[in-house]
T-cell receptor
């Protein structure tokens, strides 16, 4: 699986949009971009995933660049409960190794009042 | 529907002992994978089971083993515990291996080795 690069930490004011970048310049054609988050001492929580089109769900939006070498997770109105470590991973599916995830160090998002 | 359930949530062992951790996947999920999370190494893949067979394995020594039962519940075992085995052990379940579905993680079992 391709490696990802994320900033170590970010701050965001409550109510503002949080934009979390991720670089995955070595992503291959059959790899999806997945985002998970982990609140302290809990298991990672799935947020969103995409292949090449932008995606949106009730939690967030995912913007993937046209060359697929980077993406941005957008939390439109961050709340204090969004404070967590956010992981961007690339995952090859339909390869028999879909569960063999490689998590990087992630971005620690701190949402403040 | 119920999420992924891991037991026990916390446990303390001493060096040389062995430990067994349990994971009950979401109903209908047949793939179960295990991960070790430590502050220094981050989250690392241990192994994946599907239909009672180990399908993938990470780079961990043979002291780490697992199995899956016919009801998809899974256990992992660590023998001859070392201090470095102290970690949060996470289990995740998903629909059959492959496909662009998400993994659902449990809350983890936090193991402390003294």
């Amino acid at each position: 699986d391709a490696k990802t690069t994320q900033p170590t930490s970010m701050d965001c004011a409550e109510g503002r949009a949080a934009n979390l970048p991720c670089n995955h310049s070595t992503i291959s054609g059959n790899e999806y971009v997945y985002w998970y988050r982990q609140i302290h001492s809990q298991g990672p929580q799935y947020i969103i995933h995409g292949l090449k089109n932008n995606e949106t769900n009730e939690m967030a939006s995912l913007i993937i660049t046209e060359d697929r070498k980077s993406s941005t997770l957008i939390l439109p109105h961050a709340t204090l409960r969004d404070t967590a470590v956010y992981y961007c991973i690339v995952r090859g599916v339909n390869t028999g190794t879909a569960s063999k995830l490689t998590f990087g160090t992630g971005t620690r998002l701190q949402v403040t009042l | 529907k119920a999420g992924v359930t891991q037991t026990p949530r916390y446990l303390i062992k001493t060096r040389g002992q062995q430990v067994t951790l349990s994971c009950s996947p979401i109903s209908g999920h047949r793939s179960v994978s295990w991960y070790q999370q430590t502050p220094g190494q981050g989250l690392q893949f241990l192994f994946e089971y599907f239909s009672e067979t180990q399908r993938n394995k990470g780079n961990f020594p043979g002291r780490f083993s697992g199995r899956q039962f016919s009801n998809s519940r899974s256990e992992m075992n660590v023998s001859t515990l070392e201090l470095g085995d102290s970690a949060l052990y996470l289990c995740a379940s998903s629909l059959p291996s492959g496909g662009a579905g998400e993994l659902f993680f449990g809350e983890g079992s936090r193991l402390t080795v003294l």
